[in-house]
Structures are given as C-alpha cells and as structure tokens.
Nanobody
C-alpha cells in the first residue's frame, strides 16, 4: 500500500484543519492505520488509529475530544479532523499502515507500522 498525506497548512490558534491520507495499491480496511505527529526536536507521537477490519479506534488520551479520526471506504482515505488547535499541535503529521491485526497496546508504537506516508506540515500560529 502507498500512503499520501495532505491537508496541512498554517492555521490560527483555536482553528480547525482536516488532514487526509489517501491510500493506493490496497484497501485501507485491510490494515491497521494511524496518524502520528512529530514536532521539531521531539519524538514521533501517536495521535489516533483504526484497527484492521472492524475499524475500532484508539486515540492518544491527551488529544481525544479535539481530534477525530474517520475513513471513507469509497475514497480509500483516512481523515484526521483537528479542532481547537494550539501552537503545541505544530508538527509534521504522517499516516501509517500495518497489515497486522494490532492489539490496542501496540497501536501507539511507530515500530508497529511498515508503511508510511511522507507527512504534511501543520503550523498553528497567529
């Protein structure tokens, strides 16, 4: 599977943004998929993800409520809706996929994923 993330940009504090992760070469529901982000000088951080098949979701506890993950089977695309954005949300956001049936505790680990998109920059600033 190939992943293409898009939708990043510059947004003011308190604003919203929707990121897209378009998949080609295979069907997204056959993979566990996730969004990660990485701020300058920081480690890659799990944001949210879907389990393979039934689409059960997992969120980073600190982000749940502001960020919502969804996917469109017809478009073979995963989305990340972000609201009430703050400067600390500034990062490169990437999507990832794994053909394995990941358990919940494995989903936040970057090493669980074999396929990565190129990332899209989100900058929250006034």
């Amino acid at each position: 599977v190939q992943l293409q993330a898009s939708g990043g940009g510059l947004v003011q504090p308190g604003g919203s943004l929707r990121l897209s992760c378009a998949a080609t070469g295979s069907t997204l529901s056959m993979y566990a998929t996730a969004w990660f982000r990485q701020a300058p000088g920081a480690e890659r951080e799990f944001v949210a993800g879907f389990k393979r098949g039934n689409g059960g979701t997992t969120y980073a506890r600190s982000l749940k409520g502001r960020f919502t993950i969804s996917r469109d089977a017809a478009q073979n695309t995963m989305y990340l809706q972000m609201s009430s954005l703050q400067p600390e949300d500034t990062a490169v956001y990437s999507c990832a996929a794994s053909p394995k049936g990941l358990i919940t505790s494995s989903m936040p680990l970057p090493t669980s994923y074999e396929y990565w998109g190129q990332g899209t920059q989100v900058t929250v600033s006034s």
